[in-house]
């Protein structure tokens, strides 16, 4: 790492897309889970290097003490496995968005995208543990829900919840089926298709677990 | 056919369980779908022959023509593809089936399901297009669904509807997936595995469009 | 269909929505795929007698008629199996929806959503037969697809068109696989995949072949 | 968690339904295996506060001790990786339910099942390792199975043992598959799709490993 | 087709191999289905013309015709969709093929394994409708299943035939899956994955609806 | 375990099944793998208290560990998982019993099947690494295949070898898939159905990894 | 069509890719199937106009009356479905190109292969009907396949012939799945996953029933 | 180990097939991770004694100690899981194998896949982190592709990239599909299917995270 090297270039590891910013307009992102420790801790020193705003997901212990090492002042949010630097999100502009949790165990992913879209620059509202199963839940927050650009609903299995939801408000859902539920569930198998399937109109789905993803997309589609 | 031979053996064919309605309590079921027109009517003819209560289910046109040419005083309900004999259903006993169609192209399984029910002597009552894209169609029908001691619900798409409505019953829920959907249904496979996945418990999966099997069950179950 | 009712009621069929405009902001749909031509009939006839703005999607040629007897001056696009009325879309507002086809035949699922979209309220652009095995042709058109509030891409084989497009652009990617291919597309289950692990950060994913739900959610995307 | 709240409220973690016993009239359960220990200890120590019944399942060794920590008294059988709350379960009322473990290996969810019942208020019998390749086994046990108001039948491998109990009473039959096999079970499918086209009517089918759904469901049907 | 070719030869189309009775001691096989009428007509005046003992199976109308048009002394079971020439089969010797059908739908499946076996010399034996929902037609044909050097079970739906019969004998059973049943059956894959998973042992499973070979293989380990 | 019960019944755990024997005239066999070692060594205890001949299989350390504390006399053979009880089999009878692996990794389970059928009494051949891609080495084993009164092959990856097998041998061949192999081998889906494809016929196939199973088929054919 | 425009422009319906020859170097390839007739005439009558070398793959006789209304003098081979314009393939170049037909029902897929591969300018041989149950016919064409610089395999069933032929050959070897088989090929599938697993290295997927794409392939690595 | 054995022979384990390189022109290959370190050993003194170009794939640390131990001056690149003895590759010959990995995440298999090019005879060079999203990265490198004489692509998640490469270059190119990605991507089958319906022709797949069948087949290929 000590040899020259051209901005964002991580020798024999990665580019970093540092006109991403201006061409999309968004920070460079870092899927931490399949790679190793010491090439997170590389990138994240480049980061640095090169003050790009960024956001680290999927990070173990292990990544999120590499990338901290790099970048002591990184926000780490380790429920999430998420870390974001600079630690301040920036100011927020364009519309709410509401980030539904159908359960406790969703939690994490909702979490996910609720910090992924503070950090694109939007605001974000989270409401958590109000499943299909006990629906005056759900209805007890009508109108937050109603008042939002868009509204992620992260739910494992049955997935029911984004079709519930998207009945009721005009706004965009983005659903995000994630990976809890017993066997049949076939590890998040069970929810995407029910969310690609939904009988309301109006829900774009996104890959399972991935909340990364699923506050992208809504800080997109809320971004005026 | 002209040989004679023991009551319920249609040879080459079929045996006929007439015992059954001693051993289990029901009538005898014909599945006409993989079956020729001309099997079914011989079965038709010794169903005739030796007074067996009897539904038929899966009946093609041709396949109705065929007990009906044994069974002139059968009831054809084209709608649900099934016949019974004799026509009319036994005096109702045990309790309340309440039937639920998610949307108007699951009214076939629903028919199926209720005539099912109240040929092996149960109420019914039908609800038809309350899917949960539009919740307050569900929530209006409440008391009906409450009433109920038992509550099947005949649904493609995402399968969702069985998940709100066990949230809001005490009674036990038959879950009858349909293979109405676009793609990613896969022929019934999402709303098959949604129900299995239903988040709310107290509900019992059955097979892709098996209506039958739903009012076999649901029947049971309402038994007292 | 002569005895009065409520409206809204088609009596035995189904419960029309009326209040959905209100409550949702958008047009009626009728899925006429699973329904007989009769049932799409008594819709039609209800929608005319309420002046309910509809869409009808999935339209056979027998749909159609059932629907056009009922509504004459309905406007009928059979390419993309579609029926609306009134004929002429609303006013437009909010984003630009630009429609891409990835093939010649994906062409029918592209145009359901462009009209759908058009129907919702939006400014429409279609672009034809820019797929990836030709990638100057993608990128000849990227001024207008960086005009664009969203895109929807309709694609079969490899679904590999919205990933290449969320990486050229800042508006989030409406990504609808369709059936088209070979035997390992399996139905369309191939681009669907591809389209859920999309490495560019941004495509909402919606049903196989679901034109009509892409252009929904364009349309709620595109809104302001 | 020192902070005053509502009852039923665990503040970032679970809204407690409860009214869920008025609403359905059985227990609250918590659904162990996807929580941290910390989050299944708070939510028991809520369940204290308010003397709400309930049910733990799928609890680790973690779990049970974080549960057993804020609950002493409560009852904790690690075979079934359940515990209950308060030890006792209700005075039974309504039907025998009929529990049978195909095999050894099946006997945990068979035992989920039967605790989970008899919490929910019913009388139950445990018949165990009775599969379809030592028919003599479920012959022998013939009485027992017929005075049932709900059998309960956990089976892995060929799932074939609810098809031929069913063809044997007249009474329900809850299947619930287990993912115990070689490797075309694929972890349970094996015998979810045999239960699910099981060739006598009158099989519930709930999902894979899911003892206290089938326990749940069973309890519903016994009501009465 | 007139010109002078080597024996077994059909030019662009098929190479018989006419030593195989030598090489593996049973008649050739034509599987006429993927094939045309003309090709399998061709293939048909070569056995004739060489004298080779031969079974053409799954032979729609078209293709019996166009046997029937070179050989026209040939044996045609429509039901079975089988023709087999010459006519009679060989004198029997080895031991005793059962072969069972579980339902009336599985015949056409169970009658090609009885007629492969017979022509590859086998006494056989069939046994019809006798499924698992009603255990005492199987248990009423226990001596001649005892009788049998192999058993071939035929069966779709749950597949749970096979694994009750091989706990019932100590000769090996030949279980062929069906495509027969409702829509979660998966066009055979139910039963298929049950008969692998059978938890008797001494189940050899083939192919769904593969009688042919269910036959053939019967027959090879019947042959003492 | 110290009340006195009757012969085979392992209190709360199995009911072995001692006149299988007599019934089937095969060792009972008890599948370790989903027990726990106490479990297996109850189970051991009393089958070495009734004197019944066994196999273990699936055997870890800790359950071989088990079962050597109650029945410190039995074979046990790490590679195969298996243990036997008692350690010599009996006397052959019966035709020869010859067991292919593919390649290095598949010979645990040719080994289990080896082991298996030895101890149902039958002589047995063992054939290492020759697979498909060198088919050399098949040729040069030819006469030994010939001998066999049945041939079992076992074989992961393509699972081609039973279909060369078939080929060349009069004898019914037994085919194993093994989950060895790359990702799109999918744990032995691939080999699996490749085998219950095979272009010759007389391939018998059992469950995946199923070595014993295999084993005991082979026995069966070969009786005699 | 009557209005002026761009080369190689079929206004709304297809960019034909002019300079994909230069590009590339190889013909423009039309794939009818899920196109219009009326779509592929105005292809066709494009491609006249502009003399651009071309195939048409997948052609039913309602495409290909279109194309030879637009081409008369095109080459028709219905066999294969395909259409090639101009007639006459290039004069060949590079290497040459033995495709392997491994059951007659594989022939018009390997036909398709075999004249793409001509029509992109290669020498080719055809060998037809040597699966792998008859490894005699295989190795009796040992010398024309080891003259080959690629050898093209079609099969359907189990899929194991390019495994095969990959172990007799030094060249690559591109294998093609077919559809054709009985259920548990699932259209296909089975050969899919045996030709990803081929136990000997050297053997490169393509599409199930893509004959095309197969030719293509072999004419690329055969270039030199 | 101590007996005397034939050339080639690994008693109990292994035949090494050493008139291999003869017969393909390749050195021998061995893929660990199925065998033990201890066969994987026996089989590297075997190679060292008979003096073998070899190949040892998916080599463990265990593994690779086993394999160093006989053969100390193997070359290792543990990144790759990879060992190569002797550990110079050959002199270069053919044509130029570019490798082209998508993501960090992929460079395990792309590396396996450039050294098994490097040790079968051809030069190579590595691409980096090009994936589809930032479409720039890969036009930047367009000369290098363009003058290979074939690519290799490896990619996980939506597998797009190699459609867009074949879609460049006019040289084959070989896909190999990783395991890398969300919960949909299914370990590799996304990208797998992805693959198998490129827009562009031309692509030849292997098995999910296969380098070295990637790297051989281009070997082959460039051979000329």
Known sequence: MTEPHAPGEVPDVAHLDLDRGARRGYPEAVLCGPKTPEQVGAIAA???RTGTR????????AHAAAVLAALPDALHVPEAQLLAWPPEPPEPTGGLVVVVSAGTSDLPVAR??????????RRTELVVDVGVAGLHRVLARLDLLRSARVVVVAAGMDGALPSVVAGLVAAPVVAVPTSVGYGAAFSGLA????????C???V??????NGYGAGHLAAQ????
């Open 46 to 48: 480049e980061i640095g």
């Open 54 to 61: 960024a956001l680290f997901t999927r990070a173990t212990p």
């Open 112 to 121: 996910e995208a609720e910090l992924t879209a503070q950090h694109l620059g």
């Open 191 to 198: 929810p995407l298709l029910s969310m690609l399937n939904a």
């Open 200 to 202: 309301a109109p109006g």
């Open 204 to 209: 774009a789905v996104v890959n399972i677990d």
């Open 221 to 224: 589609i809320a971004a005026s």
